[in-house]
């Protein structure tokens, strides 16, 4: 919860620039460290968690993608 996404747009002449800045990653990797040693059952859901965080940027750029690519009426 203390991580956020942060997206920018901008846009020269007719292209539009689109930035995507991701969270904090040290503190899953100092959770995974610890929960292997001393919890490691935690450590699946540490991995789960760190895994949907590194497609969120994807997923971020394909839902951008496709409300860009709806014709306007």
């Given amino acids: 919860m203390a991580s956020s996404l942060n997206i920018v747009f901008y846009q020269i002449g007719e292209t539009l620039t689109v ?3 991701a969270g904090q990653w040290i503190d ?3 959770v995974g460290s610890v929960s292997l040693l001393v919890l ?3 450590a699946v859901t540490v991995g789960i968690g760190a895994w949907q965080q ?10 951008i993608e496709r409300r860009l690519s709806v014709p306007i009426s």
Avoid: H, N, R, T
């Fill in 19 to 21: 930035q995507i800045g």
């Fill in 28 to 30: 899953k990797v100092a």
């Fill in 40 to 42: 490691w059952p935690l």
């Fill in 54 to 63: 590194m497609k969120l940027p994807k997923e971020v750029f394909d839902y």
